[in-house]
């Protein structure tokens, strides 16, 4: 997979790309998907915006796994955002950065990422986590690369572009707390060494001031 080392130069590549979205990346029932939504169900929340929501995938598990919710998404390619509209009829679905997402203050119960902040580099994950401590009133859940090891984390920029964090003490360090993390196991992503190895739920409740 082509990988850059620039926030922008990720961004760029994700808002200009031209795929099948349904075909590629729309597969709800993924295991770690699966993992998720269960995670989610355990937690309570009426509200929940996708961050790189993509063709809404998650979105569209959630929904079903828990009924009743509003759920939600942004995501900066606007082929993904019109595909994951086809498959709601009122969610809030729009074309958006992670990083000014333009919904107000406390809108939503819940933040969601999902291995989209691989693509953001250190410079720049401070912007992300404030806007997402603006909007939650309650919990952001990651699902994302982690290590407490830097040279891991160094290797995997080097090889493969991603970003790779230790999701506790970064979180904590922003002024979220009550912080779990959960290893995804190798069954719900099999197909990705890196996820095997690295990829983990994370949870946090969100401070009421930001």
Request: glycine fraction near 4%.
């Amino acid at each position: 997979m082509k990988y850059f080392n620039s926030t922008k130069k990720w961004i760029t590549w994700w808002k200009n790309r031209k795929i099948d979205w349904g075909k590629e990346y729309m597969n709800p029932n993924h295991p770690h998907k699966i993992l998720l939504a269960e995670t989610l169900r355990h937690l309570p929340w009426l509200s929940l915006i996708e961050v790189g929501c993509g063709a809404g995938a998650n979105l569209v598990k959630i929904a079903k796994t828990i009924p009743g919710r509003q759920v939600g998404g942004v995501d900066i390619n606007p082929d993904a955002i019109a595909f994951a509209k086809t498959m709601f009829k009122n969610a809030l679905l729009k074309v958006n950065s992670a990083d000014n997402i333009i919904l107000s203050d406390k809108s939503t119960d819940v933040i969601l990422s999902d291995m989209c902040m691989i693509y953001i580099t250190p410079n720049k994950i401070e912007k992300h986590l404030k806007e997402f401590k603006r909007l939650a009133r309650n919990y952001v859940v990651f699902v994302e690369l982690h290590s407490k090891n830097w040279w891991d984390r160094f290797v995997i920029k080097w090889k493969e572009g991603y970003n790779v964090y230790d999701w506790p003490k970064l979180l904590e360090k922003h002024g979220f707390y009550d912080v779990s993390i959960y290893k995804i196991p190798k069954e719900a992503w099999p197909e990705s060494d890196l996820q095997q190895k690295y990829g983990h739920i994370i949870v946090a409740r969100t401070p009421k001031y930001y």
